[in-house]
Nanobody, 117 residues
Framework: QVQLVESGGGLVQAGGSLRLSCAAS????????MGWYRQAPGKQRELVAR???????NYADSVKGRFTISRDNAKNTVYLQMNSLKFEDTAVYYC???????????WGKGTLVTVSS
């Protein structure tokens, strides 16, 4: 079992910045990658950014150059630095952990990011 707790969401004006944090606990040794997903009202959940244990990252095209995912292994925490925020970035952001054996995904409860135009 893996537990994920997100923090850092809130209200920000367009062009502003926010940093999301996701602290993992439990069977963290079984995690192979962590990521951030988001779900806007009326839309499907989508991948925003992902980072593997080896440090490889990938991003949604819509956030490339604006968002940065990073991890602090000592704190078992993953961050999402979001700069140049746009109205369309408004969504609930969920932290995700991928476990290899058994293959399973764990999710945080989500944190709301609201960007005012």
């Amino acid at each position: 079992q893996v537990q994920l707790v997100e923090s850092g969401g809130g209200l920000v004006q367009a062009g502003g910045s926010l940093r999301l944090s996701c602290a993992a606990s439990g069977s963290i040794f079984s995690i192979r990658a962590m990521g951030w997903y988001r779900q806007a009202p009326g839309k499907q959940r989508e991948l925003v950014a992902r980072i593997t244990n080896g440090g490889s990252t990938n991003y949604a095209d819509s956030v490339k150059g604006r968002f940065t995912i990073s991890r602090d292994n000592a704190k078992n925490t993953v961050y999402l630095q979001m700069n140049s925020l746009k109205f369309e970035d408004t969504a609930v952001y969920y932290c995700n952990a991928e476990v290899v054996v058994p293959r399973e995904d764990y999710w945080g409860k989500g944190t709301l990011v609201t960007v005012s135009s």
